[in-house]
């Protein structure tokens, strides 16, 4: 035995926040190292920050929320935006609504903004920093006095700052993870119908006497479709493909007799 500490586990509690919950105030960014949140190899994306929303914190919240991004491997950008937050992970756009205090004499300017932005974007989330008790009761009341419906937007109630952004990232990367997984699977299914489709034309050409699967490859690939092969003249197949004119013929006539197409055939 080493004698050394074990490391810590995945999605520890930042120093920060564990500071912030006894109420100290959190050192500067550059002693915290919080934790990787996101998997590297499907993890990196954009977060947005909103310059008024930025322009409203303290400078060192500000910069635990960069600190916290380069470490899970977002690259940050500050732009006008409605919403206080913006990721893009994994090609879907998650918008954030971020009250890091929340004050009963802002709950009309917060559900109104709700309201608004939640007819803007698909995905909404309203994370608000809920300290004490009090505040709990008193965002409780609110929800329900303004009509919010369950999960419309989903509301996420922290206990402070630090917690609140590090939802907001396991929820950005979540939503993107599970958009990679949807089109990984669009993808899969696409593959097995074209394989399906390929089979199926294969079986139609080699039900031709004397056309086996190198034929209707070769078909394939110089000329196309079942329907562009049918509607292909004897000349037309000969000068683009290696068949020989005997085969060229009956691929035009079954197609374009029905006596030929329906009479017994001995290969």
Not at 40 to 55: A, E, F, Q, Y
Not at 64 to 87: E, G, K, M, Q
Not at 134 to 144: C, G, I, R, T
Not at 234 to 255: G, H, M, P, Y
Request: neutral net charge; hydrophobic residues 40%; contains cysteine.
């Amino acid at each position: 035995m080493s004698g050394r500490p074990p490391p810590p586990p995945p999605y520890a509690i930042s120093p920060a926040r564990r500071q912030a919950l006894a109420g100290v105030e959190h050192p500067t960014p550059a002693l915290l190292g919080p934790p990787p949140l996101v998997d590297v190899s499907v993890g990196r994306g954009v977060c947005l920050m909103s310059t008024s929303w930025r322009d409203k914190q303290r400078p060192d919240l500000v910069n635990f929320i960069a600190t916290f991004l380069a470490t899970n491997l977002y690259r940050l950008n500050f732009l006008s935006l409605s919403p206080d937050f913006l990721f893009n992970n994994g090609g879907l756009s998650v918008a954030f609504i971020f009250e890091t205090d929340w004050l009963p004499e802002r709950e009309a300017a917060v559900f109104s903004r709700v309201n608004t932005l939640k007819r803007q974007f698909k995905y909404l989330y309203v994370v608000v920093v809920v300290r004490s008790a009090e505040q709990n009761e008193s965002f409780n009341q609110s929800y329900f006095k303004y009509g919010m419906e369950l999960g419309c937007p989903t509301f996420v109630p922290v206990c402070d700052p630090e917690m609140g952004f590090e939802k907001i990232v396991r929820i950005a990367h979540a939503r993107g993870v599970s958009k990679q997984k949807n089109i990984v699977e669009a993808m899969r299914i696409e593959r097995e119908q074209a394989v399906q489709c390929m089979d199926a034309f294969l079986r139609v050409l080699t039900s031709i006497p004397g056309i086996d699967s190198h034929d209707a490859n070769a078909l394939a690939q110089a000329i196309g479709s079942i329907e562009a092969i049918a509607k292909a003249s004897k000349e037309f197949i000969l000068e683009n493909t290696d068949l020989s004119t005997e085969k060229a013929e009956r691929i035009f006539r079954f197609f374009r007799d029905p006596q030929y197409f329906l009479s017994p055939k001995l290969n």
